[in-house]
């Protein structure tokens, strides 16, 4: 239906999408942040669970439709495609997010965001070793690979939520010497003065739930007609689903997270990065029960490649995560010049493979 518009209407939808997107986000953020301490939660797991999943749903929607539809080659793309991107979202949340106040990954008050990324380097390496089993093998008909991949999704959940009640060799509730005073919530961090009373739980969860609606619908249109414009300027949907459609489809997490920044939530905007990275590829059990065959297997070269990016920037972060550099370029960390740096090095990778 998209590829039949005309240009002018394609921009416009385009934009009007990503606008929705972006308040809707906004929103859920804030009711993010209240359902995760009154359901006990915590920001780790509200992060890596509710905002990551909700985030996430265009992906969701279009690969059920890609499954229903047997384009196994769009579902792969479409869950694999997005994960370097996402991880290149961190870097605008240390640009435009903290600016000229400190790197990101050195205001982080817990190490519970070191266990999410390592989450996605499991799930991710799960990824890989599924890619190269055959499609006719399988476990009570279900896909060895795709099980594994959310079995990993499941148990490390479960450690990250342990790790919120302390671990052995840390002292809880120490904060990490110079991040934010309390690693919780936006209104702890607002002034006494300008909070408000808090809305019911069942208002915040509306609105949670309508923000999640328009994220939805919003996301799905941004991403076909962006798919559409990419034919409108004929432009290689490899390169463009990789850069420009990816990057569109970020907004709800780049939306958030900003918002998560700016309430002074740093760990709630890292969950939901490394949360939505490590979701993501627990969908191939969804798209190969809805097609009926293993979807894993039919990831291209490109699909795998830019798995292996998403890797390599996951691990940047890690490391920034312990070392905490404080030195910033261009109004960033060390880490979030390097992921940059690496990315750029990475889509030239992808023109070679496209050719």
Not at 57 to 62: D, R, S
Not at 238 to 261: D, K, M, N, R, Y
């Amino acid at each position: 239906m998209f590829t039949q518009l005309s240009f002018p209407l394609l921009l416009l939808l385009f934009g009007a999408a990503g606008a929705a997107v972006w308040v809707a986000g906004i929103y859920l953020s804030k009711t993010t942040d209240v359902l995760s301490t009154r359901l006990g939660l915590g920001q780790a797991l509200g992060g890596l669970l509710v905002l990551a999943v909700v985030t996430n749903l265009p992906e969701l929607a279009i690969t059920i439709s890609a499954a229903l539809g047997q384009h196994l080659e769009l579902a792969t793309g479409n869950i694999l495609g997005g994960i370097a991107v996402q991880t290149l979202v961190l870097v605008a949340f240390d640009a435009f997010g903290l600016g000229r106040q400190a790197a990101l990954t050195s205001r982080v008050a817990s190490l519970v965001p070191v266990l999410e990324g390592g989450l996605v380097l499991a799930v991710l390496a799960a990824v890989l070793l599924g890619s190269q089993l055959p499609a006719s093998l399988h476990v009570a008909r279900v896909p060895p690979g795709s099980l594994l991949i959310l079995v990993l999704w499941m148990g490390g959940l479960w450690l990250i939520g342990k790790a919120q009640h302390g671990l052995p060799w840390q002292a809880q509730h120490t904060p990490l010497p110079g991040s934010q005073p309390q690693p919780k919530g936006s209104s702890q961090h607002a002034p006494a003065a300008a909070q408000q009373p808090p809305p019911s739980t069942a208002r915040t969860a509306l609105v949670f739930l309508a923000a999640a609606v328009v994220t939805l619908v919003a996301g799905v249109v941004l991403e076909r007609s962006g798919d559409a414009l990419a034919t409108h300027w004929h432009l290689s949907g490899l390169l463009f689903g990789a850069t420009v459609l990816a990057a569109a489809t970020s907004l709800p997490e780049l939306s958030t997270g900003l918002a998560s920044i700016k309430a002074g939530d740093y760990q709630l905007a890292m969950s939901d990065i490394f949360g939505g990275n490590a979701f993501l590829p627990v969908l191939f059990l969804l798209a190969s029960v809805l097609s009926g065959q293993a979807v894993l297997p039919h990831a291209s070269r490109a699909d795998l490649y830019l798995t292996g990016l998403g890797m390599l920037l996951t691990c940047v972060y890690l490391y920034g995560l312990i070392f905490r550099p404080r030195r910033q370029v261009a109004r960033m960390g060390i880490d979030s010049l390097v992921v940059l740096g690496l990315y750029a090095l990475g889509v030239l990778g992808l023109l070679a493979i496209s050719r």
